[in-house]
């Protein structure tokens, strides 16, 4: 069973600065994608940032230029830098991961995490 565990969140003034980490541990053969996705109250989860096994990322709109999304394999740890936050960042923020758990499996498994609350004040 793989377990993804998020840590970095809090309350921030906006045009602060935050960094959330997500660590993967369990049965993990390969990690083919991460990513952080996030939702507001009253509001539908939505991508903020995924990234790849090659280091292709992708970004949400609201958050090119402002957030940056790393990895480090060897951890199968994933990152988000969030820099000039705004009050409509608000959320909780969710890791998830697309993993295949052994040499032999076919096709892809996703784990998300438990979620970390992004608080930013005006």
């Known amino acids: 069973q793989v377990q993804l565990v998020e840590s970095g969140g809090g309350l921030v003034q906006a045009g602060g600065s935050l960094r959330l980490s997500c660590a993967a541990s369990g049965t993990i053969f390969s990690i083919k994608s991460m990513g952080w996705y996030r939702q507001a109250p009253g509001k539908q989860r939505e991508l903020v940032a995924t990234?790849?096994?090659?280091?292709?990322?992708n970004y949400a709109d609201s958050t090119k230029g402002r957030f940056t999304i790393s990895r480090d394999t060897a951890k199968n740890t994933v990152y988000l830098q969030m820099n000039s936050l705004k009050p409509e960042d608000t959320a909780v923020y969710f890791c998830n991961a697309a993993y295949k758990p052994s040499f032999l499996s076919y096709g892809l498994l996703e784990v998300w995490g438990q979620g970390t609350l992004v608080t930013v004040s005006p």
């Open positions: 990234i790849i096994s090659d280091s292709s990322t």
